[in-house]
């Protein structure tokens, strides 16, 4: 009939996008490993700010430079400004 009919199909080569939460806000992201750095970036993330993974009793850990990140669903971000330093 010479119509082209398009199906949405997996594509293998291209990174699932998982849901994630910066700040509270759900995020979308392909999923996959990150530097600190990568992910500050894909998250928009000023580059002086600090990046805080959430564990999974709730604690807080900050992500340090040149770590390694698995982004999978359900992660849980909080950025913030760089604190301490000297007074």
């Not at 995020?27 to 500050?40: A, F, N, Q, S």
Request: charged share 30%; glycine share 10%.
């Amino acid at each position: 009939d010479g119509v082209d009919h398009f199906f949405p199909a997996a594509r293998p080569n291209e990174p699932r996008l998982v849901t994630i939460k910066l700040n509270g806000d759900p995020v979308k992201i392909p999923g996959g490993d990150y530097t600190t750095e990568t992910l500050k970036k894909k998250l928009e993330v000023p580059a002086d700010w600090d990046l805080d993974i959430m564990a999974s009793d709730g604690t807080m850990r900050p992500l340090q430079p040149g770590e390694v990140i698995k982004v999978v669903k359900g992660l849980k971000f909080v950025s913030h400004v760089r604190q301490g330093g000297s007074s």
